[in-house]
């Protein structure tokens, strides 16, 4: 198995949305994700201003095509944002002021910073009027993610008729209190045979008992695990960043706020998943080769 983890924003001390990104953190990063069994992965990116993300795109860019084990253990990039839901509880941790509309003018500019790396984007598709940068996007060849948003169900699937493939996180993104038949979840699940369902396994994001029931409904067919890694991944409690944020580490390694109200990526690592996956999940080692290694391949075709 040669696990494709498809949003790391950071790992092992190095935080890829950082203006002082250095060759040696990128290299550090990319030998501690080699050595916990990680083959390759999409460096992330989230909300901030257009001209701030080019700008960081632009270096991480600058700096895997120097660095031979960088070339091989990035295969792309995510971008996650700013074109999301701005709304409380759906825009989780992402900066609400620098989040947009979805619009070609700056879909273009950042997919030009990214040099041609970019393999998904995360958007609220209800954000994207007529569905014009999904439609965009997919016939680029990017697969366009539904995350951090409260979509009807009829928006996505009018979105999937444009290009919409893949929802970033089901579970997470997502205010704690919603309706409790037409929400986000739901929507995303009802979905399953149509969509790439991601979901981070860490018994935090979503607690276990809730996670092996979506898998029950969802199947392993189109599921896919993911980190959603920081840069206090493997590193244990402290103090930490992502994009500026300060993340305050305890020792239930979980990364919340600075005021404790939302998570803010997760610490798990991909020896966690493989562990939590058949210790708590029931999953077989088949089973999170799927979800780990051949869907997520198939999904952004890496």
Not at 42 to 67: S, Y
Not at 185 to 206: E, K, N, S, T
Request: hydrophobic share 40%; proline share 5%.
């Amino acid at each position: 198995m040669k696990p494709l983890d498809i949003q790391v924003n950071g790992y092992a001390g190095t935080d890829f949305n950082r203006d002082d990104l250095t060759a040696e953190a990128l290299h550090h990063a990319c030998v501690c994700l080699v050595e916990d069994g990680c083959d390759q992965i999409l460096a992330t990116f989230i909300t901030d201003t257009v001209p701030t993300l080019e700008r960081r795109m632009r270096r991480l860019v600058e700096l895997r095509e120097q660095d031979a084990l960088a070339r091989a253990v990035i295969a792309g990039i995510h971008i996650e944002g700013p074109f999301i839901n701005p709304e409380k509880g759906y825009v989780g941790a992402h900066p609400p002021g620098a989040v947009k509309p979805a619009n070609l003018e700056d879909a273009k500019r950042l997919l030009d910073a990214a040099g041609g790396l970019t393999r998904i984007v995360t958007l609220a598709p209800e954000c994207d009027e007529h569905f014009h940068v999904t439609e965009f996007l997919a016939g680029d060849g990017i697969t366009v993610s539904a995350g951090h948003c409260n979509a009807s169900l009829a928006q996505l699937e009018a979105a999937i008729g444009h290009g919409l493939g893949m929802f970033t996180h089901v579970g997470n993104g997502c205010p704690m209190q919603m309706h409790r038949h037409d929400n986000i979840i739901q929507r995303a699940l009802a979905l399953r045979d149509r969509l790439w369902l991601c979901f981070i396994p860490d018994g935090v994001h979503i607690d276990f008992f809730a996670l092996r029931n979506y898998l029950r409904c969802a199947g392993l067919e189109r599921t896919i695990f993911v980190t959603d890694a920081i840069s206090a991944a493997r590193l244990g409690p402290g103090r930490y960043t992502l994009a500026g944020w300060d993340i305050l580490i305890g020792d239930d390694l979980v990364a919340r706020s600075p005021d404790g109200s939302h998570f803010v990526g997760s610490t798990v690592t991909i020896p966690r998943i493989m562990s939590n996956g058949q210790q708590e999940l029931g999953l077989s080692k088949a089973d999170l080769a799927r979800v780990l290694d051949e869907n997520p391949r198939k999904a952004v075709r890496v």
